[in-house]
Every structure is written in C-alpha cells, then in structure tokens.
C-alpha cells in the first residue's frame, strides 16, 4: 500500500512539472549580500537635484529661452539711433592718376611760366606720402509705419513664450521623476514580500520533509510544496527584474547613464 501511495505521488508530480509553463526567467541584476559592500540610496530629493541638472530636455528648454531673448535684444537694435564709421590708409605717390570722369592731363589748359610760354607738365615722382580718410555718418528712423516696433514686440512675445515654455518643461520632468521613483520605491517592496513568501514556503518545505519522514504526511504533499516554492523563486525573479526596470526607467528621467546599483529611499 505504502508503495501504491508513493507511485502515485510521483506521477502526480511528474504531471505538475509537465503542465508547468516553461518561462526561463533570469535576473537583470543578482541582489547585493550582506557581506558586500552597502548599496548607495537614493533619495528622491536626489534624483530631481540631478535631473535638474543632467535632464537634456531641461538644457534643451532653457537654451531656447536664452536664444529667444537675445533675439528679441537684437529686434530693439534698428529703433536705436545708427551711427556707422569709416576709416581707410593708403601708401601712394603724389602723381595724378586719371579717375572715371576727370579729363585727361592734354585737354586742360596749357600751362604756362612766368614768361607766358608753354611748360612742360611735371615729371612723375616715385616719392610715396600717407593718406588718410576718415567718415562718419549718422541715421534714426522716424517712422516706417510700425515694421520695426511690431518686429521688436513679436520677438518678446516669443522670448515670453520660450520662457513659460521652459517652466512647463521643468515640471514635467519633475513629474516623470517622481512618478518612476515612487514605482521603483513599489517595486522594492514588492521584493521584500516576495523574498518573504519565497523564506516561508521553504519553511514549509522543511516542515513537510519532517512530516512524510515520519510518516503522518503524504508523499503527495511535499511534491505540492515543492512546487509552491518553485513557484515563489519564479515571482521573486520577476519581482527583481521588475525593480531594475523601474530603476532604469527612473534613470532616463533623470538624465543619468549609469547603472541600476542602488537602491531608492524608503522616505
């Protein structure tokens, strides 16, 4: 009879271990021991000081802002009085050089000496003199039927909207921050549950062991706890990846490359 019962037992749990799902199921990330070295913590106070400050979409915003209010600086320059410089050098002889326009040397008047007779035209000289000219010219525009003052206030307005745009983007992030810490900080605690229950049924098993050693229990019975603890390994590996995840997704939002070797505060 003792044997009936425990053939039966085995091929009762051969058939659970046949209709079991076949999930291979692996940990992003194997869980720190007590012997190792602590786990930092993160804070949630932390992880929005770093996305402050490492968040892409943050810089992005913010360098748009800054980009729409220079602009808008420049849109002011050309109501501004105008006032433009000039200023040339140049190394040359003194000797007459036909320009467009001037009549050539032969159809001026003859020169003459003191005598009343023709004289010749002074020889070229290779003597080279400075010369300098200097300019300055001021301008303001009176009206020009609103162009100027109408682009001077479109680019304000688009500064504003950059600004404002630059505010709704930090808040958003701070949101997407405190919505991946608090999953992360879930599933952490989903973990601790799962690893309990995963401590209670080896309990059970152990207990069960003593029972059909003995004989008060069943064969039957431990192949049914050892499949219960079979399947809480499979929820505390699922619960893990789960954690790392979250902690990852946490990362994205704060604009951090790195890993996931952390823990989120309790707090």
């Given at each position: 009879m003792k044997r009936?019962?425990?053939?039966?037992?085995?091929?009762?749990?051969?058939?659970?271990?046949?209709?079991?799902?076949?999930?291979?199921?692996v940990p992003l990330a194997p869980r720190a021991h007590a012997q190792d070295a602590p786990v930092p913590v993160l804070t949630l106070a932390q992880a929005l000081e770093h996305a402050r400050k490492n968040q892409p979409q943050l810089k992005q915003a913010q360098a748009s802002y800054e980009a729409a209010d220079a602009a808008a600086d420049a849109a002011r320059a050309p109501l501004l009085p105008q006032i433009n410089g000039t200023a040339s050098y140049q190394r040359t002889t003194a000797n007459f050089v036909a320009r467009p326009g001037a009549l050539p040397r032969r159809l001026n008047t003859e020169q003459t000496d003191m005598d009343g007779a023709s004289a010749e035209p002074p020889s070229p000289r290779w003597e080279s003199f400075n010369f300098y000219q200097f300019g300055a010219t001021a301008s303001q525009v009176i009206y020009d039927f609103g162009q100027r003052l109408g682009t001077l206030r479109a680019a304000r307005a688009t500064a504003r909207?950059?600004?404002?745009?630059?505010?709704?983007?930090?808040?958003?992030?701070?949101?997407?921050?405190?919505?991946?810490?608090?999953?992360?900080?879930?599933?952490?605690?989903?973990?601790?549950?799962?690893?309990?229950?995963?401590?209670?049924?080896?309990?059970?098993?152990?207990?069960?062991?003593?029972?059909?050693?003995v004989g008060t229990r069943p064969e039957i019975d431990l192949a049914q706890v050892r499949t219960?603890?079979?399947?809480?390994?499979?929820?505390?590996?699922?619960?893990?990846?789960?954690?790392?995840?979250a902690k990852a997704r946490l990362n994205q939002a704060m604009g951090r490359d790195g890993s996931t070797a952390y823990d989120v505060s309790d707090e």
């Amino acid at each position: 009879m003792k044997r009936l019962v425990v053939g039966v037992a085995v091929l009762l749990f051969g058939a659970l271990t046949l209709c079991a799902p076949r999930t291979l199921l692996v940990p992003l990330a194997p869980r720190a021991h007590a012997q190792d070295a602590p786990v930092p913590v993160l804070t949630l106070a932390q992880a929005l000081e770093h996305a402050r400050k490492n968040q892409p979409q943050l810089k992005q915003a913010q360098a748009s802002y800054e980009a729409a209010d220079a602009a808008a600086d420049a849109a002011r320059a050309p109501l501004l009085p105008q006032i433009n410089g000039t200023a040339s050098y140049q190394r040359t002889t003194a000797n007459f050089v036909a320009r467009p326009g001037a009549l050539p040397r032969r159809l001026n008047t003859e020169q003459t000496d003191m005598d009343g007779a023709s004289a010749e035209p002074p020889s070229p000289r290779w003597e080279s003199f400075n010369f300098y000219q200097f300019g300055a010219t001021a301008s303001q525009v009176i009206y020009d039927f609103g162009q100027r003052l109408g682009t001077l206030r479109a680019a304000r307005a688009t500064a504003r909207a950059e600004k404002e745009q630059a505010q709704v983007t930090h808040q958003s992030v701070e949101l997407t921050v405190r919505t991946a810490f608090f999953e992360a900080r879930a599933n952490k605690v989903l973990v601790t549950v799962t690893r309990e229950g995963l401590e209670n049924q080896k309990r059970h098993l152990a207990q069960a062991q003593t029972f059909v050693q003995v004989g008060t229990r069943p064969e039957i019975d431990l192949a049914q706890v050892r499949t219960e603890v079979a399947n809480a390994r499979v929820q505390l590996i699922r619960a893990e990846n789960a954690y790392e995840i979250a902690k990852a997704r946490l990362n994205q939002a704060m604009g951090r490359d790195g890993s996931t070797a952390y823990d989120v505060s309790d707090e």
